[in-house]
C-alpha cells in the first residue's frame, strides 16, 4: 500500500526518522561524523563511576581535629559552567584549619578541602576552554577533601606532562599565595631585605626560593635546625631561631641591615610575630599578613604605623584570582617557573583520607616542613 503513492512513501519516511531520532538520539549523536561530534563536545557529558554517593571529609559542627568524619555522602552534579574532578589528591592547608575550627565560620555540613589535583570526568554543557573529559587538572575550589569535586574552571589549570598529580595539588594553593605576595602584595626587587617567618612551612619555602630568585637578601625564622637547614636549602640567607624568644631576631636584623630594618616582611604566622613584624621593618617599609598559624591578630591601634610611616596590608589569596583572567595570569608564570625547574615544591608526607585527622594536628603542632597531602584513593 505504501508503495503506490510517493506521499505516503515520504510521509512513512518522515515518521521513521522521527521515532528513530527521538528514542536513539544518543546513538545518531555519537555516531555523527568526527569534525561535527567535536563541535558539538560541550553538550556531551561522560561519569566514570555512576554511583549516586562518594565518599567525603565533612564537619557537622565547628571544632578540634577530633570533629572530622569520613563519611558518605552525595557526589556533586556539576553546573554548566563546571567540571566534575575525580579527586587524586588534596592540599592539607592552614585554612582548612582555620575553616573547621570556627575562625573562618562556616554553614554547616560542610566538606573542607581548597585545591586538588585529579582527572575531568564530566564537562558542563556551557565550559569554555579547551577542557575535556580525561584531562589531568589541577584546581583551587571548595570541597576537595572528597572523591569528586564540581570545579568552576575560572580557577581550574590544566597539568603539563612533566607535572604529576602530586605536584599538581601541591603547588596551586600555596605557589599562588607566594607568588601573589611577592610579585602584587609586594614587588620584591633585586637588593631587598626580606623576611619571612615560618620560612620552612610550605608556602614558606616557596617564598625563600622566590625571593632569591628576585634577587633579595632573604631572612628566615624556623623554630629547629633542621628547619633552619631546609630553610637554606631553599634560598635563606640568614636564618633566627625563634623558639627562645624574638629578641635576636631583632639583633640580628639591625645587625644585617645598619640598623634600617628590613624593606618588607611576609607573615604567614600572626598573633605570635605581628608585634616584632612592625618592630623590624623599616621606615616605610611594608608587612604583609597573609596567615595565622598562631592565633589571629588582635585589633591593632593604627597610629603604631606612623612612627614609621609603615605600609600594612592583610592579603589572601581569592582576592588575587577573582576571574579566570587574573588566575590564569599568576598559574601561567607559576608552572612556568615550575617546568623550568626553577621552584622546587617539597611534599613532607601523603596521608591516607581517612588519617586526615593526623595531617591536621601535625600541621596545627608545626612538625611538619613543606606541603601535606590527602591520597583520596586509599
Request: proline content about 4%; some cysteine.
Amino acid at each position: 500500500m505504501w508503495r503506490n503513492s510517493a506521499g505516503q512513501c515520504f510521509a512513512l519516511s518522515t515518521m521513521l526518522r522521527t521515532l528513530i531520532t527521538s528514542r536513539f538520539s544518543p546513538c545518531i549523536t555519537l555516531c555523527q561524523p568526527l569534525q561535527q561530534r567535536q563541535l558539538a563536545r560541550p553538550l556531551l557529558k561522560r561519569t566514570m563511576s555512576s554511583a549516586p554517593t562518594m565518599n567525603a571529609v565533612q564537619i557537622a559542627q565547628h571544632g578540634d581535629s577530633s570533629i572530622l568524619a569520613y563519611v558518605s555522602v552525595p557526589k556533586p552534579t556539576p553546573k554548566s559552567d563546571q567540571v566534575l574532578v575525580k579527586v587524586a589528591y588534596s592540599g592539607v592547608n592552614f585554612i582548612d584549619t582555620y575553616q573547621r575550627s570556627g575562625l573562618y565560620p562556616q554553614k554547616l555540613p560542610f566538606i573542607l578541602g581548597r585545591e586538588g589535583s585529579g582527572e575531568i570526568v564530566e564537562v558542563g554543557s556551557q565550559v569554555t576552554g579547551d577542557f575535556q573529559v580525561g584531562d589531568r587538572v589541577a584546581f583551587v575550589g571548595p570541597g576537595s577533601y572528597a572523591e569528586y569535586d564540581a570545579v568552576s574552571t575560572a580557577t581550574l589549570a590544566k597539568l603539563p606532562p612533566a607535572v604529576s598529580l602530586e605536584q599538581g595539588a601541591a603547588l596551586l594553593l600555596q605557589g599562588l599565595t607566594a607568588w601573589s605576595l611577592v610579585r602584587q602584595a609586594y614587588k620584591v626587587e633585586k637588593g631587598d631585605w626580606v623576611l619571612i617567618h615560618a620560612a620552612a612551612g610550605g608556602v614558606g619555602l616557596l617564598l625563600c626560593q622566590m625571593c632569591k630568585l628576585l634577587g633579595a637578601n632573604v631572612i628566615g625564622t624556623t623554630s629547629s635546625e633542621a628547619k633552619a637547614n631546609l630553610a637554606k636549602q631553599n634560598g635563606a640567607d640568614y636564618i633566627v631561631d625563634y623558639s627562645n624568644g624574638y629578641d635576636s631576631l631583632i639583633d640580628k636584623v639591625n645587625e644585617l641591615t645598619e640598623n634600617k630594618g628590613v624593606h618588607v616582611v611576609f607573615d604567614g604566622v600572626g598573633a605570635a610575630t605581628f608585634d616584632v613584624s612592625l618592630k623590624v621593618v623599616r621606615r616605610l617599609g611594608t608587612v604583609i599578613s597573609f596567615g595565622n598559624s598562631s592565633g589571629a591578630v588582635p585589633p591593632v591601634n593604627i597610629m603604631r604605623l606612623a612612627e614609621k610611616n609603615i605600609r600594612l596590608m592583610r592579603t589572601t589569596l581569592f582576592q588575587y584570582i577573582t576571574t579566570h583572567d587574573e588566575f590564569e595570569a599568576l598559574s601561567k608564570e607559576l608552572l612556568q617557573l615550575v617546568a623550568e625547574n626553577k621552584l622546587q615544591f617539597a611534599i613532607h608526607k601523603i596521608y591516607n583520607i581517612k588519617d586526615v585527622k593526623e595531617a591536621h594536628d601535625d600541621l596545627e603542632g608545626r612538625k611538619t616542613t613543606g606541603k601535606l597531602l590527602l591520597n583520596l584513593s586509599p
